[in-house]
């Protein structure tokens, strides 16, 4: 069985000048990086949370995470089966649960991928590798919520 290892370095940017004095004293704002990147993840909280809409927040980039760990699980299948994808497009959406105490989790996940295919006849097989896909996803393998699929390809 093999490791992997990935490093990430994630650095606040919100300090206003005052620091966490108080709640409303201090941006959420911050950056993710990682060995041989282009470019950083701008971060912040969610607005909900007085993060800055404009970049991402950890809920998103989760639901982005389980949406882009089953393209490519997906892609590799179709590849592997002659399956000739032109297009794939997941618009996909994470449920998450707030607590009394301000705590919170996921509850639920739905991928909504809509994949366009060169041999229309292939459908219902391509739609199958769905399934397996999900199976090799080594996010949705690794939270503790359920991750649902619902594919349409044409």
Known sequence: MAHHSFKTTLRWTGNLGSGTSSYREYSRDHEVRAPQK???????????????????????????????CHMLAYLHLCSDAGIVVTAYEDEAEGTMRTNPDGSGEFVEAVLHPQVRLADAARAAEAGALHERAHEMCFIARSVNFPVRCEANSV
């Open 38 to 68: 282009l470019a950083p993840v701008l971060g912040s909280s969610a607005k909900i949370y007085r993060g800055d809409e404009r970049r991402y927040n950890p809920e998103e980039l989760l639901v982005a995470a389980l949406s882009s």
